[in-house]
């Protein structure tokens, strides 16, 4: 029923700035993690920023200082404001969300992903 609709990537010259956005629609509870994911072409996917319903946030290395993942205004949604972008920032961008269920003592993960939206760093 939850579905993940990613804005915003584009391309752009070296040091330019982009902005993602990413949106869940039916699905009316709280989604405990987001994040962003990335794949380039021949690498294998990989973990970017994620940020969880109380705000707190984590950032792969290579991106620290330059990415910023936050809320939305509207309820399950994320941003990620990207700066300073380098050629090696090129991949398809993926929006990541998961809930997590306890029911009669069973925990449950339920993960969900949106289409990729891709993200172009060239001169």
């Known amino acids: 029923q939850v579905q993940l609709v990613e804005s915003g990537g584009g391309s752009v010259q070296p040091g330019g700035s982009l902005r993602l956005s990413c949106a869940a629609s039916?699905?009316?509870?709280?989604?405990?993690?987001m994040g962003w994911y990335r794949q380039a072409p021949g690498k294998q996917r990989e973990l970017v920023a994620t940020?969880?319903?109380?705000?707190?946030?984590n950032y792969t290395d290579s991106v620290k200082g330059r990415f910023t993942i936050s809320r939305g205004n509207a309820k399950n949604t994320i941003s990620l404001q990207m700066n300073s972008l380098k050629s090696e920032d090129t991949a398809v961008y993926y929006c990541?969300?998961?809930?997590?269920?306890?029911?009669?003592?069973?925990?449950?993960?339920?993960?969900?992903w949106g289409q990729g939206t891709q993200v172009t760093v060239t001169s």
């Open positions: 940020i969880t319903s109380s705000g707190s946030t």
């Open positions: 990541n969300a998961i809930r997590r269920t306890v029911n009669a003592g069973v925990r449950n993960e339920y993960d969900y």
């Open positions: 039916g699905w009316i509870f709280t989604l405990d993690v």
